[in-house]
């Protein structure tokens, strides 16, 4: 019997991407047969970046690979991951303060859907205390952020807060 494409939807609000993220894309690649990375569509948490733009500075940090799929979500992850024919959730852990909430979620997502499982990937040393969060903080107040995202999200965070300043000063 041939064993089926092994698949794996990698979901998250990704505003915007970093080295993290990227670190776990990359290493799921090497697991799985086809990784989905889906950015969830969240109507109570208005992002720095919409969903286009996520969208794209993950495609523009990934580069070019028919493994590799970028998509959006709305409604009931778990859906989501059986229309993409995925079995498995991946989702990164950084500090054991990712734990609980991870953990809730994981039990929910099988408690609703046993047959897909959530996979979890420590993530690499260098990115323990790194999301998206701290990026956009230490960017909006000006510092260098160049070693934490790719760099075409850099460019893109740094325009971001120029046009904040002009419309202050407008
Ligand atoms: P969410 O709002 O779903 O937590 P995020 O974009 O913050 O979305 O994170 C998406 C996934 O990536 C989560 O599983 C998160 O734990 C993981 N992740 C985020 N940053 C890192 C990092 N620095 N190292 C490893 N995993 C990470």
Partial sequence: ????????VYPGSFDPITLGHLDIINRGLKVFDRLVVAVARNSSKKGLFDIDERMELIRCAC?????LQVDTFEGLLVDYVRRQNAGVILRGLRAISDFEYEF???????????QIETLFMMTSAPFSYLSSSIVKEVASLGGNI???????????LKNKFASDDRCEGA
Avoid: L, S, Y
């Fill in 1 to 8: 019997m041939i064993n089926p494409p092994k698949i794996a």
């Fill in 63 to 67: 580069g070019d690979n028919d493994r």
């Fill in 104 to 114: 809730q979620i994981a039990q929910m997502n099988h408690a609703v859907e046993e």
């Fill in 146 to 156: 160049e070693t934490f995202v790719p760099a075409v999200v850099a460019k893109a």
